[in-house]
C-alpha cells in the first residue's frame, strides 16, 4: 500500500519555528508534485505550499516568506519548514501526493502556535 507518513507536528508559541516531514513508501517519489495542505476546525481544507517533481515550489500568499517546502528525492521525503508561525497557522497539516492519474494524502499531522 502506498504510504504517506507525517511527522513534526507539536505546540508552538507565536514566533516559533517547525519542521514538517512527509515520508512516502512504495511509489516513485520523483514523479510526483508533492503538496502540503491544511485545515482548521470549521475551515476548508486550504492548499499551503507545493513542489513540483522538478523542483519549483509554489506557495499560499499567507505562508510567503514564512513557510519553505523542499524535497529529497533520494529519502523520498518533503518537509515544510515553518518559521514566525502565527495563531492562525494552527491547523491540521496534511501531506499529499499527485500525479496526472494519482492521488493520495496522508494522515494529518496537528500543528497548534500559541498566542
Known amino acids: 500500500q502506498v504510504q504517506l507518513v507525517e511527522s513534526g507536528g507539536g505546540l508552538v508559541q507565536s514566533g516559533g519555528s517547525l519542521r514538517l516531514s512527509c515520508a512516502a513508501s512504495?511509489?516513485?517519489?520523483?514523479?510526483?508534485?508533492m503538496n502540503w495542505y491544511r485545515q482548521a476546525p470549521g475551515k476548508q481544507r486550504e492548499l499551503v505550499a507545493g513542489?513540483?517533481?522538478?523542483?519549483?515550489?509554489n506557495y499560499a500568499d499567507s505562508v510567503k516568506g514564512r513557510f519553505t517546502i523542499s524535497r529529497d528525492n533520494a529519502k523520498n521525503t518533503v518537509y515544510l519548514q515553518m518559521n514566525s508561525l502565527k495563531p492562525d497557522d494552527t491547523a491540521v497539516y496534511y501531506c499529499?501526493?499527485?500525479?496526472?492519474?494519482?492521488?493520495?494524502w496522508g494522515q494529518g499531522t496537528q500543528v497548534t502556535v500559541s498566542s
Open positions: 499529499n501526493a499527485a500525479s496526472n492519474w494519482l492521488n493520495y
Open positions: 512504495r511509489i516513485i517519489f520523483s514523479i510526483y508534485t
Open positions: 513542489i513540483s517533481n522538478g523542483g519549483s515550489p
